[in-house]
């Protein structure tokens, strides 16, 4: 999947009235079912706004997917999906997050998996 589709994909999830770890619940289980391999990682991330000792984000081929940091680092955090940049430090280490349900999924996102995947009713 190429960025700007992996971004659109996933920015689907931006609204969803969740942290960082319900956000990556939301984009792996979406992952999965496309067959994307990625990687969850928990950790700190660092800049020059401040840090976050405790975070979740997503790794896909070298990028990084991560929209929470903003909502403890400010507007000038990156967002979205994005190559490392060396203003900001992503440190961590793999998390094992299973999917979720279909249900669980419509109840965090506030819509149905097969909106985001897209899959037809």
Not at 65 to 90: I, N, Q, T
């Amino acid at each position: 999947m190429k960025t700007m589709e992996l971004s659109q994909t996933l920015g689907q999830l931006d609204g969803a009235a969740v942290e960082c770890d319900g956000f990556v619940r939301l984009a792996t289980t979406v992952l999965q079912h496309l067959g994307i391999s990625h990687r969850v990682v928990r950790g700190s991330v660092s800049g020059p706004n401040g840090r976050i000792p405790y975070h979740f984000w997503i790794e896909v081929d070298g990028l990084i997917c991560d929209y929470r940091a903003r909502m403890w680092l400010g507007p000038d955090a990156p967002h979205g999906v994005f190559a490392p940049s060396p203003f900001w430090k992503y440190t961590g280490e793999e998390a094992q997050i299973p999917p979720l349900s279909e249900s669980l999924f419509l109840i965090l996102a506030d819509q149905p998996l097969h909106h985001v995947i897209g899959q037809q009713d």
